[in-house]
T-cell receptor
Framework: GENVEQHPSTLSVQEGDSAVIKCTYS??????FPWYKQELGKRPQLIID?????GEKKDQRIAVTLNKTAKHFSLHITETQPEDSAVYFC?????????????FGTGTSLTVIP | DGGITQSPKYLFRKEGQNVTLSCEQN?????MYWYRQDPGQGLRLIYY???????QKGDIAEGYSVSREKKESFPLTVTSAQKNPTAFYLC??????????FGDGTRLSIL
């Protein structure tokens, strides 16, 4: 099956700096890569996603890049703010049977220091 | 995401007891999933269902059971065979090509 690895497990940045979280996947058939933000005790919420036919996608301060050849994708947060502090999960989705299966990374705990 | 409702928010289980966690969605999604999240850990798949009356085991299905009698509902039963049930349980659903949408979760503890 698919294996998703995520690094780093913890990340601290000064407010206003950029944060980068990286994920790798193993199955070249994976074709959809969402990123989730989870605040303590709350549900994971989708913040950005990218499909395998696109190399980069941006939404205000958040961007995701995908390198299909190397099988890795990254989340970039610019001009970080204290409210960006949370756990971030990457995922890779692959079609299995009649639907899609999602494989998650182990998460990155981001702390933005004011 | 208001489209997925999990209940209860908190649940306590006595030794030897089975408990059932509810998950209902009104998003008309075909696929539904149950995940377990331990403190500081990622999401581990327990069971998933891609269509009514069909479901498959995930990575950690032992000690759990599910049913999918209706498209909107995917309840999870934590049986007495699950010796370490304390965790945060998340239900999710998805359409054929979209992302997963998550419920607010149920926090299960042992009395």
């Amino acid at each position: 099956g698919e294996n998703v690895e995520q690094h780093p497990s913890t990340l601290s940045v000064q407010e206003g700096d950029s944060a980068v979280i990286k994920c790798t996947y193993s199955d070249s058939a994976s074709n959809y890569f969402p990123w989730y933000k989870q605040e303590l005790g709350k549900r994971p919420q989708l913040i950005i996603d990218i499909r395998s036919n696109v190399g980069e996608k941006k939404d205000q301060r958040i961007a995701v890049t995908l390198n299909k050849t190397a099988k890795h994708f990254s989340l970039h947060i610019t001009e970080t703010q204290p409210e960006d502090s949370a756990v971030y999960f990457c995922a890779a989705s692959i079609k299995e049977g009649t639907g899609n299966q999602f494989y998650f990374g182990t998460g990155t705990s981001l702390t933005v220091i004011p | 995401d208001g489209g997925i409702t999990q209940s209860p928010k908190y649940l306590f289980r006595k030794e030897g007891q089975n408990v059932t966690l509810s998950c209902e969605q009104n998003l008309n999604h075909d696929a539904m999933y149950w995940y377990r999240q331990d403190p500081g850990q990622g999401l581990r798949l327990i069971y998933y269902s891609q269509i009514v009356n069909d479901f498959q085991k995930g990575d950690i299905a032992e000690g759990y059971s599910v049913s999918r009698e209706k498209k909107e509902s995917f309840p999870l039963t934590v049986t007495s065979a699950q010796k370490n049930p304390t965790a945060f349980y998340l239900c999710a659903s998805t359409s054929r090509k979209g992302p997963q949408h998550f419920g607010d979760g149920t926090r299960l503890s042992i009395l």
